[in-house]
């Protein structure tokens, strides 16, 4: 690290990358200085997000530095008065070579050329080559950097190595060793990040062998991450594997559900049906990590017990007869809501604004789902957006798990009509009896209790099936994008809740179905929005001012980037 | 067995043409491993010496005798030492490389099994030099009683408090332990010792940023040197550095304890004064020869790892000094610098000497099973290099051969040699890449050689 004080310290350096002048943040090495002059260094050991180990040697390049004179100290000039360069006098790996003032970088000459050549074709000696049916063909790493920079030959007439080829590591994931290329990202992982150090190497040299620790399994909740940053199909998922050839698969930007951290992600689709669920890299939030549990949320869109007919008493029955016999529900009597922290802002919203034409007061809950943090990507808060809920003003305290007001107030006949969004009540402490002595109407993705008892069943969009937004725990406005079409019959996009707005209103309030419309209407009554739109959300995300509920006793421990507020310990 | 048919036996035949200074006891008759003996020779007065003085006059001596490294690379001991980084507050360590593996070499377990605490006192001394926090022998796994040994003579060295804490009353302590090492060639590459010293396996770490005198064992400085180097110390401390330096020639001071083996009559390890005697000299004259009715074919003059000379071949330049040479192999000095000359190393200090009787393609494919072996497996070029070189290497041997295979070999050496983590890279590279240059005719020929005939021979790898 530099020991200049602060007041010349430098942020940025200029380095010269194939004797282009480029300004670079200081202190990144040469793989990421490279890529901000728009130039590649091909690399499969590298990982931003662990330790430089520098085995692959693929990243070599040629570097050096201005000269000094070793008696005077002043730079040493060329015939042109240009600064003299003293080249290192063999290749440097970029990975772990920081960039220096003034420093040149050849990334195209003949040498850094042959490097590659050699590396790629040492690699590729005691490769399978089982690309046609190997799961990660079409984005490997070894494929790719064989057409970028291999000979497209080969000159190996040996017998190839042997190794084991479909190891069960874990509940999650297979191993097929002779495709491994001993990078050790996977080893790092689970060591640095997981820290569940249960990978190793056995053997030596070109015999080496990645395997689990004895007696150990790679089981912990990230596994599946080991299978994302392997640059080659050495580690499949084993959910995925044979499944779909990758190329065909559609990526939609995406949000974990599964707690307030809101993983960024990538579902992976085909023809409306989701194959997988991968960490898509937000260096605020999830860096390029997510949990194996998020991984197979894509299930609830075919489950079994996914509800996707309307219906009245039991009776299917068409979208807008549901819906308006909610509204008639809803205009007579004193109502309530009890929202779901699983539904995007732009639901919440709507929430609100519904409620809003009911007469009197409406109160609304949210029920809490907490469970212990694993200070990673998994927070006590198992909700993705209570914060919604609050910044939209669905709610103004943190939910609770049993719902005992509301138990109450329905035992008392003070709610006669009750609006259940995504949440099974009947979970939450509310009876069957109670239930039935209400207009109940479930607004819902899956068949429950609540739903059986219900005067009014509305199926409800999957976070794939519908595009929105989340508030996570650091106040971060992420957006969701719609993977694959609802089930048949089911109204598209946000249309249950602006039709039934429009019902409750006489028509009056009418809102487009989608977030985009639903976000000019926040920006404009929403502090926290203000000047904000669906469009303008960056794909990162965005923070908002959070200083409204700094006072709440959110229920969270620390996870990846996120300190808590108040150390208000796991639950 | 008992112990004494294990350690390494005496040279009661010394040649007069030896300087012993390392070696001046090992051999004697009368002498043997325990304190009382060493005492009784003089022994711990130098620690005693230095005790007296400053660490950093010692340091000044070590750099002022100008003594390298005897471990393989030959750097400069006392420079080494400067590099230390002091400011970091951390603790220093220092260990001593006693994993000697490189093949052909065999002096590091005659100081071992015979003089132990002449190494011990040489660390001690370096300890107290560069203020070491504690010291480490790491030592070969093969040389378990080597490991004994020396942990005998520690226990010897603390009763007299010339070890652990607070020694001979100077406040200063250090505490000096034997581990045994993993059994592997790559243990003795300094930073995979470190690793493995540290209980991980023997990964060589990557140079920059991980330079031992900065972010050693435990990422504190530390300084690693092979035992030679280490018994050196002492005996600077006895003659004053620049005494020291008058031994040998300007920038070659000291002795060497050359391991000879292969075809000589009479292979052994010989302490000869640095500069002063030729290759010519170690293999005819302290080697008594070549066999009855054999022709030299090749020297391997540092270590297997080192560049082969094809007999006959010259070798010509000018020295740094300005001077110009010519030699054969016979006149190149035994010194660092003279096999550097003729486009070798002295590495190790272990000359091999081959005769015409084996075939050279199965000399080239016996050293390259030994790297594939020994490549850690860490990094791309070396792990698959390696092992490509030696599967070549032993098809030709069995009358696989293709002509195609001379120049494969030598492209597949080349792109291993200055791309590796470590000089392992270079290690298996430079042979094949030597080998094939200089007896391209003889591999060549290894094609037109009938294929029945060779693979009759059976030739196998260790
Ligand atoms: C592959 C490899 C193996 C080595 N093996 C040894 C060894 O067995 N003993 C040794 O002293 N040095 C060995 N070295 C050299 C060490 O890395 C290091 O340079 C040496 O211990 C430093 O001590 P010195 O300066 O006293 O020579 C080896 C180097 C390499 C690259
Ligand atoms: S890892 Fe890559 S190169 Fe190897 S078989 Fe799979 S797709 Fe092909
Ligand atoms: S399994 Fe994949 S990530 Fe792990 S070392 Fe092998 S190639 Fe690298
Ligand atoms: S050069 Fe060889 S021995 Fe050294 S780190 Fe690389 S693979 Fe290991
Ligand atoms: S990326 Fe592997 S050595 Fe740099």
Redesign the pocket.
């Known amino acids: 690290m530099s020991t200049m004080s602060d007041d010349n310290k430098q942020d940025t350096v200029t380095i010269y990358v194939d004797d282009q002048p480029v300004e670079v943040p200081a202190g990144i090495n040469l793989v990421e200085a490279v890529a901000v002059a728009g130039k590649e260094v091909p690399h499969y050991c590298y990982h931003p997000k662990l330790s430089v180990v520098g085995n692959c040697r693929m990243c070599l390049v040629e570097m050096g530095t201005p000269g000094r004179d070793r008696a005077t100290g002043e730079p040493m000039l060329d015939e042109e008065g240009n600064p003299k360069i003293m080249w290192v006098p063999k290749p440097v790996i970029g990975c772990a070579t920081n960039v220096s003032p003034g420093m040149h970088v050849k990334t195209e000459s003949s040498l850094v050329k042959d490097c590659r050549e050699g590396v790629m074709e040492f690699l590729l000696v005691n490769h399978p080559l089982d690309c046609p049916i190997c799961d990660q063909a079409g984005e490997c790493r070894l494929q790719e950097f064989a057409t970028d920079y291999g000979r497209g030959y080969s000159r190996f007439v040996e017998q190839k190595n042997v190794k084991p080829k479909r190891t069960r590591i874990g509940p999650r994931v297979t191993l097929d060793d002779e495709r491994c290329i001993l990078c050790s990202r996977c080893i790092r992982f689970c060591e640095e990040v997981a820290d569940d150090p249960v990978l190793g190497f056995i053997d030596r040299g070109s015999y080496t062998t990645l395997t689990t620790f004895p007696g150990k399994e790679l089981d912990n909740n990230y596994s599946l991450n080991t299978v994302d940053i392997c640059p080659v199909g050495a580690l499949t998922s084993t959910d995925f594997r044979f499944k779909m050839r990758v190329w065909f698969l559609k990526e939609t930007p995406s949000i974990d559900t599964e707690s307030s951290v809101g993983c960024n992600t990538v579902v992976g689709s085909r023809e409306g049906t989701i194959y997988r669920i991968t960490p898509r890299r937000n260096d605020a939030v999830n860096d390029t990590w997510m949990p194996d549990s998020g991984r197979t949320l894509y299930r609830q869109v075919d489950a079994d017990d996914r509800m996707t007919q309307y219906s009245i008493e039991g009776r299917p029955c068409a979208a807008e007869e549901a819906l308006t016999l909610a509204s008639t529900y809803l205009r007579n009597g004193r109502s309530a809501i009890v929202a779901s922290g699983r539904l995007s802002v732009e639901e919440q919203y709507l929430l609100t604004r519904i409620a809003s034409h009911a007469p009197g007061e409406t109160p609304a809950w949210l029920v809490a789902r907490h469970a212990e943090g694993d200070g990673k990507l998994l927070s006590a808060d198992r909700n993705p957006n209570v914060r919604g809920a609050l910044v939209t003003g669905l709610i103004d305290r943190i939910p609770e798990a049993q719902l005992s007001q509301l138990s109450a107030a329905l035992e008392s006949g003070k709610v006669e009509n009750l609006i259940v969004v995504g949440e099974d009540i009947t979970q939450a402490g509310i009876s069957i009896d109670q239930i039935k002595k209400a207009n109940v109407v479930y607004i819902g993705a899956v068949h429950c209790d609540t739903a059986q008892y219900a005067k009014v069943e509305i199926p409800l969009l999957t976070v794939f099936e519908k595009a929105g937004s989340f508030i996570n725990q650091q106040f971060r406005v992420q957006k969701f994008a719609q993977a694959v079409p609802g089930p048949k019959g089911v109204l598209f996009g946000l249309s249950n809740f602006t039709q039934l707005l429009a019902a409750v209103s006489d028509g009056k309030d009418r809102i487009e179905p989608s977030p985009a419309a639903v976000w000019t209407e926040m920006a404009a009554a929403i502090d926290e929005f203000k000047e904000l739109s669906f469009s303008a959300i960056p794909s990162t995300g965005q923070l908002i001012p959070a200083d409204r509920f700094a006072d709440l006793p959110f229920v969270e421990g620390k996870s990846l980037h996120f300190e808590p507020r108040t150390a208000v310990a796991d639950a | 067995m008992s112990l004494e048919t294990h350690i390494a036996r005496k040279n009661l035949a010394i040649h007069p043409k030896e300087r012993r200074i390392i070696l001046k006891h090992a051999d004697r008759p009368d002498y043997d491993a325990s304190i009382d003996c060493y005492l009784r020779n003089g022994g711990y007065d130098q620690q005693k010496k230095a005790f007296s003085m400053k660490p950093e006059e010692i340091c000044q001596e070590v750099l002022d005798a100008g003594v390298r490294?005897?471990?393989?690379?030959?750097?400069p001991?006392g420079m080494?030492w400067k590099f230390l980084d002091r400011k970091s507050g951390k603790p220093i360590y220092l260990i001593c490389?006693?994993?000697?593996?490189?093949p052909g070499?065999f002096k590091?377990r005659q100081i071992i099994h015979k003089d132990p605490h002449q190494l011990i006192e040489g660390m001690m001394i370096s300890a107290f030099a560069i203020q070491a926090a504690q010291a480490f022998i790491y030592i070969?796994e093969e040389m378990p009683y080597g490991a004994k040994i020396l942990e005998e003579a520690i226990e010897e060295a603390r009763a007299k408090n010339l070890l652990g804490d607070n020694i001979l009353g100077s406040g200063y302590s250090c505490d000096l332990v034997v581990h045994r090492g993993a059994a592997a060639?790559?243990c003795?590459?300094?930073t995979g010792?470190i690793e493995s010293l540290e209980g991980k396996r023997a990964y060589p770490r990557i140079k920059p940023p991980y330079f031992p005198a900065a972010l050693g064992l435990y990422m504190c400085p530390t300084i690693?040197?092979?035992?030679e180097?280490?018994c050196n110390v002492k005996h600077i401390i006895e003659m004053g550095g620049h005494a020291y330096a008058e031994i040998g020639k300007p920038g070659n001071t000291g002795t060497r304890i050359w391991s000879l083996s292969g075809h000589v009559r009479k292979p052994g390890y010989y302490e000869l004064e640095n500069g002063v005697h030729t290759y010519g000299d170690l293999i005819n004259e302290f080697g008594g020869g070549l066999r009855d009715g054999r022709q030299l074919q090749a020297v391997i003059p540092g270590g297997s790892?080192a560049k082969v000379w094809r007999a006959g071949e010259r070798f010509k330049g000018k020295l740094r000094s300005g001077e110009e040479f010519d030699w054969a192999i016979e006149d190149v000095p035994l010194d660092f610098d003279g096999p550097m000359a003729a486009g070798s190393m002295s590495g190790?200090g272990a000359v091999v000497v081959i005769d015409d009787s084996v075939d050279i393609v199965e000399v080239l494919a016996n050293i390259n099973a030994f790297y594939a072996h020994e490549s850690c497996g860490q990094c791309t070029p070396c792990r698959e290099g390696s092992l490509w070189m030696k599967k070549i290497t032993t098809r030709m041997a069995n009358g696989g051969a293709r002509e195609e295979d001379t120049a494969l070999l030598a492209s597949i050496g080349d792109q291993i040699a200055g791309r590796t983590i470590?000089?392992?890279g270079e290690?298996c590279a430079w042979p094949t890449q030597s080998f094939v240059a200089k007896f391209q005719d003889k591999f060549l020929d290894k094609a037109k050689q009938d294929p029945e005939q060779l693979s009759k021979r059976d030739f196998r790898m260790v």
């Open positions: 490294g005897r471990g393989g690379a030959g750097f001991a080494k490389n006693a994993d000697e593996s490189e070499t590091d070969r060639y790559i003795g590459e300094e010792l690693v040197n092979n035992v180097t280490l790892s190790s470590c000089a392992h290690a």
